[in-house]
T-cell receptor, first 115, second 113 residues
Framework: EAGVAQSPRYKIIEKRQSVAFWCNPI?????LYWYQQILGQGPKLLIQ????????DSQLPKDRFSAERLKGVDSTLKIQPAKLEDSAVYLC?????????????FGPGTRLLVL | AQSVTQPDIHITVSEGASLELRCNYS??????LFWYVQSPGQGLQLLLK??????LVQGIKGFEAEFKRSQSSFNLRKPSVHWSDAAEYFC???????????FGAGTILRVKS
């Protein structure tokens, strides 16, 4: 079974530029998550989708971050404009439809460096 | 608000020695509890999880964890560490309903030969 795919794996941009990350979840997984992992910290949930609807985006900085999940399959996360503090690893995860406690399967992440 | 504390940022153990990684959580009710491992350049992999029932949970790669309600703890253990266990370990909680994981800051495990 293929795992969660993410691209690109690495990205270097200058502040105020825009960037987009792509995620393809495990086939059949209705729930998709984006996490931000800053160096030295645990991952923090940015947004959770169930199919193509948003379940939780309470910690998404909506003035600069946006995410979409068209057709309930793959997803993109965009940052525009980027700030220095956005340097982090962006992890995508997926799980079966949520009742409670479903295992989340993580992709390898996209490492972003903002200069 | 939920929070997870992993008091040890780094731990170094000798190969073959036993290991215990500490995790304490703060939550209004007993949440679901997880341990994940992250190797350099890799995503997070689930080691084990606790929902209910037996408080000693067995996971992959020879790991186990014990839930202690009175101490709000969910410590990870392994009787004999292998060099390949060197990685970063994250404890996480999620509410009974919904699936939002809240992670601790992680513990970096180094294994010396």
């Amino acid at each position: 079974e293929a795992g969660v795919a993410q691209s690109p794996r690495y990205k270097i941009i200058e502040k105020r530029q825009s960037v987009a990350f792509w995620c393809n979840p495990i086939s059949g997984h209705a729930t998709l998550y984006w996490y931000q992992q800053i160096l030295g910290q645990g991952p923090k949930l940015l947004i959770q989708f169930q199919n193509n609807g948003v379940v939780d985006d309470s910690q998404l900085p909506k003035d600069r971050f946006s995410a979409e999940r068209l057709k309930g399959v793959d997803s993109t996360l965009k940052i525009q404009p980027a700030k220095l503090e956005d340097s982090a690893v962006y992890l995508c995860a997926s799980s079966p439809p949520v009742v409670g406690g479903e295992t989340q399967y993580f992709g390898p992440g996209t490492r972003l460096l903002v200069l | 608000a939920q929070s997870v504390t992993q008091p040890d940022i780094h731990i170094t153990v000798s190969e073959g020695a036993s290991l215990e990684l500490r995790c304490n959580y703060s939550y209004g009710a007993t949440p679901y509890l997880f341990w994940y491992v992250q190797s350099p350049g890799q995503g997070l992999q689930l080691l084990l999880k606790y929902f209910s029932g037996d408080t000693l949970v067995q996971g992959i790669k020879g790991f186990e964890a014990e839930f202690k309600r009175s101490q709000s703890s969910f410590n990870l253990r392994k009787p004999s560490v292998h060099w390949s266990d060197a990685a970063e370990y994250f404890c996480a909680v999620s509410p009974v309903y919904g699936n939002k994981l809240v992670f601790g800051a992680g513990t970096i495990l180094r294994v010396k030969s």
